[in-house]
């Protein structure tokens, strides 16, 4: 069997500061099939680097060079970009993809075994990369959780069949929680398939609102949704001032 097509799909919304090594990292070291940068409106500096490094086209090694780019435009809201992202994308399997994650060594490899094996769906381990001890106690929580539920966040690096994807039709168009939501909905097919190797996955969120505070808001979210409020009142609380 020829391994799959992997398209990697990355909403952007302001990172110019680092998006240009992420794509090299992507494009030379990862190389997948494809990597699909959808920008929902950025106003620095951002669209203009991805439409620049895809102009030079740099090579990885002489004989490579590396995934094909493509950068398209969508509606703000991370739902609403990746499956933008997703509808344009060609190969057979999606890797949804935090630009503040970065993928481990092999990750491509991995996809394309795990989907090999007859897997539907599938998830990464997570690190957080930041130092503090606790953040070592968030990440195992984050990763036992998963296993017990078959449940999956975006900051997991999900992936997915892509006729899949297209079937449940996509991420629900919500503010917030669209990725449990999906897996909900996968889940109810197959459980997922689990990578341990680890993603890295930026402790920002947590370093600007508090590590203790973040891990509480981030819970109760969570156990109201489950609770059955709407996603678009967590949001609005999500997005107050803390």
Same mark, same amino acid.
């Given at each position: 069997? +020829?391994?799959?097509?992997?398209?990697?799909?990355?909403?952007?919304?302001?990172?110019?500061?680092?998006?240009?090594?992420?794509?090299?990292e992507l494009a030379c070291d990862?190389?997948?099939?494809?990597?699909?940068? =959808? @920008?929902?409106?950025?106003? @620095?500096?951002?669209?203009?680097? $991805?439409?620049?490094?895809?102009?030079?086209?740099?090579?990885?090694?002489?004989?490579?060079?590396?995934?094909?780019?493509?950068?398209?435009?969508?509606?703000?809201?991370?739902?609403?970009?990746m499956n933008r992202g997703a509808? $344009?994308?060609?190969?057979?399997?999606?890797?949804?993809?935090?630009?503040?994650?970065?993928?481990?060594? /092999?990750?491509? +490899?991995?996809?394309?075994?795990? /989907?090999?094996t007859g897997c539907l769906w599938?998830?990464?381990? =997570? +690190? %957080?990369?930041?130092? !503090?001890?606790?953040?070592?106690?968030?990440?195992?929580?984050?990763?036992?959780?998963?296993?017990?539920?078959?449940? *999956?966040?975006? @900051?997991?690096?999900? #992936?997915?069949?892509?006729?899949? #994807?297209?079937? %449940?039709?996509? #991420? *629900? !168009?919500?503010?917030?929680?669209?990725?449990?939501?999906?897996?909900? !909905?996968?889940?109810?097919? @197959?459980?997922?398939?689990?990578?341990?190797?680890?993603?890295?996955?930026?402790?920002?969120? &947590?370093?600007? +609102?508090? =590590?203790?505070?973040?891990? &509480?808001?981030?819970?109760?979210?969570?156990?109201?949704?489950?609770?059955?409020?709407?996603?678009?009142?967590?949001?609005?609380?999500?997005?107050?001032?803390?």
């Amino acid at each position: 069997m +020829k391994p799959p097509l992997v398209s990697v799909i990355m909403p952007v919304l302001n990172e110019a500061a680092a998006i240009e090594q992420r794509l090299a990292e992507l494009a030379c070291d990862q190389r997948p099939y494809e990597l699909i940068i =959808v @920008d929902g409106g950025s106003t @620095d500096a951002t669209r203009q680097i $991805v439409r620049g490094f895809i102009d030079t086209r740099p090579a990885c090694t002489p004989d490579a060079p590396g995934s094909r780019i493509r950068l398209v435009a969508s509606a703000s809201g991370r739902a609403q970009q990746m499956n933008r992202g997703a509808a $344009v994308a060609r190969g057979n399997v999606l890797l949804f993809l935090h630009a503040d994650t970065r993928l481990p060594p /092999m990750a491509i +490899k991995n996809i394309e075994q795990a /989907m090999l094996t007859g897997c539907l769906w599938g998830r990464f381990d =997570v +690190k %957080l990369d930041g130092q !503090r001890w606790l953040y070592r106690v968030i990440e195992r929580a984050m990763n036992l959780r998963s296993v017990l539920t078959g449940v *999956a966040t975006g @900051d997991q690096a999900m #992936f997915v069949r892509r006729d899949l #994807f297209r079937m %449940l039709d996509g #991420f *629900a !168009r919500v503010p917030l929680m669209e990725d449990i939501e999906l897996s909900k !909905r996968l889940k109810g097919i @197959d459980r997922p398939a689990r990578i341990r190797a680890r993603v890295r996955t930026s402790a920002r969120r &947590w370093e600007r +609102k508090g =590590v203790l505070r973040t891990v &509480w808001l981030m819970w109760t979210l969570r156990l109201l949704y489950w609770a059955g409020v709407a996603p678009r009142h967590l949001a609005r609380w999500y997005q107050q001032p803390q």
